[in-house]
């Protein structure tokens, strides 16, 4: 039975990751033998796990294997393995498509990025797979059967836009890909893809530690010159992880790393351990150096695959790693787990709980020690995960106060350099019991914003959060250390010590009384926008600012929980006014003499728009606010 050849066209963005492949984006071409062979072995655990957990499936798993062939005469490289094979359809889904999130941005982010370092930065991050077979070759041929079906499916493309499918009878179980050498590589020794020697070297430095056995025919003279083919095994196929420490080189790892998460820099961390007792299982984790581009995507998966006595049973292992540590990658091989093991049983089973806690604090220990021993590193690492980790201030309530220890903040303190909170705390004046911090859209418009002029004047450090979360954790953790953390945009600002309150005593109480007029009027006037208006203590320069209850949800936050599609009640703030300001004053005395003056009410109108202006908010008319503004400005002229 064929049904003849079919032709298709291959997805937009996979034919345009395939162009890139054609035009050989990567330097390293050798890796197109690590996908292949990595994906055979992806292929030969699934088999071996659905022959466990599928009864129905009758399937011969007694020589699963991988089998590198070579053709010099029609230079073509066979990669086959007895595995899981593929059904027409997913052929036509998996081969011919990217299922990837993000893609078309990552393309897009290539496509911009003008040298070439940074594009295979780029793609380097996103893992190339099977595609990549079209750097060294012309033309390449899968043929494919899936286990349990009796029909198989044969595959073709040249690289182009489009490739042909065909169903045809027999194919023994599993895949094969075959790679049609391009033949420009023919002269060039280094890139001859057919020859023993290369193979050897490329399995031996990516692909060593595959736990099935990569076999090819090698040629052997033996001492009487007699010449005989034989298989010979390439990898030694030992488990990275089960390997003791000291057994393990640093490029093993490297190439581990790179195995597993597609990413082609080297890891900024590895963590290699074993526990033993009731529950045994070791583990290698990896902390990458830098962030993947889907980090923050809807639906970015975890980095940890689960085995289970060598058996591979899943990648994206979400009870082992917390959301987010997301970007921690490796592998957990318990011994004590059945094979059988569903998602369920996972997020029930005790021993998993405690072994996700391990890892955690494991995780973070190691950011920590980092932190105490190699700055530059530790930089590195919060620059990339920084805005990850403090998701965990919000989800991790066990470790908050390990990651408290381990974050950094931008700070007034220094304008080059983040601060740790215990560094902050060791710089905190005499007196001052808690750390203040403001919230905004950038340091330049927390630092120019009024709230900030009083800290200033009396050289109180504030921390300056400018990430979305950071609204979200601040107001929730307690405090560091016993120290409160204190909004400098929220209650009332008390920063006199009791000598200079005490001189100004008195002055105060005149102010006060000066002003109740005004701001009873005022509060009245604005009642729709504030909830009160006060005299500041927090202001030297500008008029006005406008400040929340310490139990208010900031603006931002308000602005979040509405962009996330959550009904908010609107929150009325409070109007400050700096009673030693000219318009301030000016507006008091214009208000005692001409109360009903409707410039008088406008002027209290312009005055709330500014203040609201300055901390980067937006007004409620601006159309009304512009031409009162222009008329004002107009008659100064
Ligand atoms: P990735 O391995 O990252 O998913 P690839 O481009 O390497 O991406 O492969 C795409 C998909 O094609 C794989 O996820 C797998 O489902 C399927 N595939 C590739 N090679 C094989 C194979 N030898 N056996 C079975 N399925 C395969
Ligand atoms: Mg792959």
């Given at each position: 039975m064929s049904t003849g050849t079919e032709t298709f066209e291959f997805q937009a963005e996979a034919r345009q990751l395939l162009q890139l492949m054609v035009h050989s984006i990567y330097s390293n071409k050798d890796i197109f033998l690590r996908e292949l062979i990595s994906n055979a072995s992806d292929a030969l655990d699934k088999l071996k796990l659905a022959a466990f957990t599928d009864k129905d499936l009758t399937v011969d798993t007694s020589d699963l294997h991988i089998a590198i062939e070579v053709d010099r005469e029609a230079r073509t490289l066979t990669v086959r393995d007895n595995g899981i094979g593929m059904s027409r359809d997913e052929v036509i889904i998996l081969i011919g498509t990217i299922a990837k999130s993000g893609t078309a941005e990552l393309l897009e982010k290539i496509r911009e990025s003008k040298d070439a370092a940074g594009s295979q930065d780029l793609i380097g991050q996103f893992g190339v797979g099977f595609y990549s077979s079209f750097m060294v070759a012309d033309r390449v041929t899968l043929l494919t059967r899936r286990a349990g079906e009796s029909t198989a499916t044969r595959w073709e493309s040249d690289g182009g836009a489009t490739y042909a499918v065909e169903t045809v009878d027999d194919a023994p179980q599993g895949t094969s890909v075959t790679v049609h050498l391009?033949?420009?590589?023919?002269?060039?020794q280094l890139f001859d893809y057919t020859a023993e020697w290369k193979i050897r070297e490329i399995v031996k430095r990516y692909s060593d530690f595959i736990a099935w056995p990569i076999r090819m025919a090698v040629e052997r003279t033996d001492n009487d010159g007699v010449t005989t083919t034989e298989s010979e095994t390439l990898n030694s196929m030992k488990a990275l992880w089960a390997r003791s420490k000291d057994d393990v080189k640093e490029d093993e790892y490297k190439e581990f790393y790179r195995h597993l998460s597609h990413d082609w820099t080297d890891p900024l961390e590895t963590i290699h351990m074993r526990a033993e007792g009731t529950f045994e299982y070791e583990t290698l984790l990896f902390i990458p150096s830098h962030a993947p581009y889907d980090l923050f995507m809807r639906g970015a998966k975890r980095g940890v695959q689960l085995y289970v006595k060598r058996v591979f049973i899943m990648d994206d292992c979400q009870e082992l790693m917390p959301e987010y540590l997301r970007f921690v990658k490796g592998v957990v091989d318990a011994?004590?787990?059945?094979?059988?093991?569903?998602r369920e049983i996972l997020q029930k089973d005790r021993h998993i709980q405690l072994m996700r806690r391990r890892l955690v604090k494991k995780v973070l220990s190691t950011v920590k020690e980092m932190q105490a021993g190699d700055a530059e590193r530790y930089r590195t690492f919060w620059t990339e995960f920084g805005k990850a980790v403090k998701e965990g201030l919000l989800d991790d309530f066990d470790n908050q106060s390990t990651i408290l220890e381990i974050s950094s903040f931008a700070s007034t303190a220094d304008p080059e350099q983040l601060t740790t909170l215990a560094q902050y705390v060791e710089r905190m004046k005499e007196g001052q019991t808690d750390i203040y911090y403001s919230t905004g859209e950038s340091r330049t418009m927390i630092e120019n914003s009024p709230h900030m002029e009083a800290f200033r004047a009396k050289g109180y450090e504030v921390l300056l959060l400018t990430d979305p979360i950071d609204e979200m954790w601040v107001s929730s953790v307690p405090n560091f250390d016993g120290k409160t953390f204190q909004s400098i945009a929220k209650g009332q600002v008390d920063l006199d010590t009791d000598e200079e309150k005490e001189n100004a005593g008195p002055e105060r109480e005149q102010q006060e009384k000066d002003f109740a007029d005004l701001l009873g009027w005022l509060t009245g006037q604005l009642g729709e926008n504030v909830k009160e208006v006060r005299l500041s203590s927090r202001l030297t320069t500008s008029p006005a600012c406008i400040v929340g209850d310490s139990q208010d949800m900031t603006p931002t936050l308000e602005k979040m929980y509405r962009a996330m599609g959550q009904e908010v009640p609107a929150v009325k703030r409070i109007l400050e006014l700096n009673p030693t300001h000219p318009l301030v004053t000016g507006l008091r005395e214009a208000h005692g003499k001409r109360s009903d003056d409707p410039a008088v009410a406008e002027t209290a109108e312009l005055l709330y728009g500014m203040a609201l202006l300055a901390e980067g908010g937006e007004l409620g008319d601006p159309a009304r606010f512009t031409r009162l503004l222009a008329e004002r400005l107009a008659r100064t002229l």
């Open positions: 391009r033949p420009e590589d023919k002269e060039d011994q004590d787990l059945s094979l059988n093991i569903s």
